[in-house]
């Protein structure tokens, strides 16, 4: 899933750990902002995201700084 978000959105994701994104069976909409997709995909998973610039940082919700 973030590997397909990085191509269509000209983004890198980086992600602390590795997240299975395998069981996610949403979509996502190419003409909507990268982050209305983000923000439905993370939601499902459980994770948040951080943007900087042309790069998304993933972490889990639970992740303490």
Excluded: H
Aim: overall charge negative; some cysteine.
């Amino acid at each position: 899933v973030f590997d397909e978000l990085e191509r269509q959105f000209d983004v890198s994701i980086e992600s602390p750990i590795a997240y299975d994104t395998e069981g996610f069976s949403g979509y996502f909409l190419k003409k909507a902002k990268i982050e209305t997709n983000l923000e439905a995909i993370c939601g499902a998973l459980g994770l948040t995201y951080e943007s900087q610039g042309q790069t998304i940082i993933i972490s889990s919700m639970d992740a303490t700084p």
